[in-house]
């Protein structure tokens, strides 16, 4: 069996599912449930056999070697983590906390087991990490897509956090010889994303009649990949992955932000129109900057494609239209995580 962490969160939720729908190999899913994490996404996985749900902090040392005793998991994929980039400007301690202090403890508690291990089951053992491209920084209009070399330079808290743990984990591996792997993706997309980041609160936004807020002015470039792409980038990874490598994953689908906006008003003014006859895009509206926004991002996914022949499979114009469809299909998923904390973070950032 597998460990992971975070998998109820948003891709660690889709990554479960797609596992489980792909194989019998038990995962035990350990998570915290912050706000962001939420039993909801896992909810076709009830009364499955496979599917071990325990609620806990990686923090939490002896739990998780408790974990490891018990069901002496083959591997551990690691998403948990504060993730979201505004609220790291609000409150960073919390994903100093999570992101490296809890990497810190699941790489203590791996290592410990890892050490007890011997021929064929220390052979397999992985460690894989979950990271992100912001800890290359930000990229100019006609600078080339990052690749595995590009210096680190990240320039938000959230993206800093994500960066220690990256040099934590490679230290693990050239200090104590843990078998690590590390993932630095793009920008995600698809079901079961929290309607703080983009893509899910303009389509909530827009459906509840509120403004779309666009930072600065809406030129900052994402290089977005549909979720099931990097679900699968990382099974590929884990199953033939080279010890102790990085591997950047990206959609090769650059786009700014604005179109982005665009792209979900029109598809919406398609799907559920508004009852007014007017296009979603009057809901825009230009907001200040996010305080050392990063003006550009872009993966060069070469390695992983040459290595181990890793292609997204979902075109933006698909993966996009499906994601509308999904949270047409889910207002109700969107209801339950509207809590009063969603409103709280909202009025702050906001002022809605
Ligand atoms: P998310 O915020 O949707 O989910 C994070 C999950 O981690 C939640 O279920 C939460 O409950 C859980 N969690 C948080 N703190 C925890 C703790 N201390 N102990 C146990 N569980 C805890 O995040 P996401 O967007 O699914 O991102 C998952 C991972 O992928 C993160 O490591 C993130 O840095 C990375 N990543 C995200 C993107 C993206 O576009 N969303 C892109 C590249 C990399
Ligand atoms: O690049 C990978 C990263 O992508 C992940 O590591 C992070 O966990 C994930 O949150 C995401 O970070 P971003 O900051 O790029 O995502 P977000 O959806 O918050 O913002 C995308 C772009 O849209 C960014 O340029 C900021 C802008 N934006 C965002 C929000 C929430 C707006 O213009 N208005 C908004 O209201």
């Known amino acids: 069996m597998i460990l992971v962490t975070g998998g109820a969160g948003f891709i660690g939720s889709n990554f ?116 992100t491209d912001e800890v290359y920084g930000s990229l100019t209009f006609d600078e080339a897509p990052f690749t595995e070399d590009t210096p680190y330079r990240p320039n938000s808290p959230y993206s800093a956090s994500k960066a220690s743990s990256d040099h934590a984990v490679r230290s693990w591996f050239r200090t104590y010889g843990l078998p690590v792997l590390t993932t630095n993706c793009s920008n995600n997309y698809g079901p079961y994303q929290f309607p703080e980041k983009l893509i899910p609160l303009v389509i909530n936004n827009a459906l509840s009649g509120l403004p779309l807020p666009i930072y600065g002015d809406g030129k900052n470039i994402r290089d977005w990949l549909y979720v099931k792409d990097h679900c699968d980038a990382i099974r590929l990874i884990l199953a033939n992955g080279r010890v102790g490598e990085t591997y950047n994953v990206g959609g090769h689908n650059e786009r700014d932000n604005l179109t982005i906006v665009k792209t979900i008003c029109r598809i919406l003014d398609e799907l559920q129109p508004r009852r007014d006859g007017q296009s979603y895009t009057e809901q825009i509206t230009f907001v200040k900057d996010r305080p050392g926004h990063d003006r550009r991002y872009a993966i060069d996914a070469t390695k992983l494609s040459r290595e181990l022949g890793w292609r997204p499979k979902e075109h933006f114009e698909s993966g996009i239209r499906k994601t509308v469809q999904w949270y047409l299909n889910h207002l109700d998923w969107v209801d339950g995580v509207k809590t009063g904390a969603y409103r709280e973070w909202t009025a702050k950032q906001y002022s809605l």
């Not at 797609?18 to 994490?37: I, P, R």
């Not at 002896?62 to 690691?78: E, N, Q, T």
């Not at 993730?83 to 409150?91: A, C, L, Q, T």
């Open 16 to 131: 479960v599912l797609d596992w489980l729908a792909q194989s019998d190999e038990a995962v035990v899913n350990l998570d915290a449930l912050t706000y962001a994490g939420n039993l909801r996404n896992l909810e076709s996985l009830k009364g499955n056999p496979h599917h071990i749900f325990v609620h806990g902090d990686i923090l939490d040392h002896d739990l998780v070697g408790a974990l490891f005793a018990k069901y002496r998991p083959r591997a551990i994929v690691h998403f948990a983590a504060e993730s979201h980039v505004d609220r790291s400007i609000f409150g960073p301690d919390a994903f100093f906390r999570t992101n490296v202090m809890g990497t810190v403890s699941l790489l203590n508690c791996a290592k410990a087991f890892y050490e007890t291990l011997e021929g064929s089951e220390r052979q397999a053992f992985r460690f894989l990490h979950v990271s």
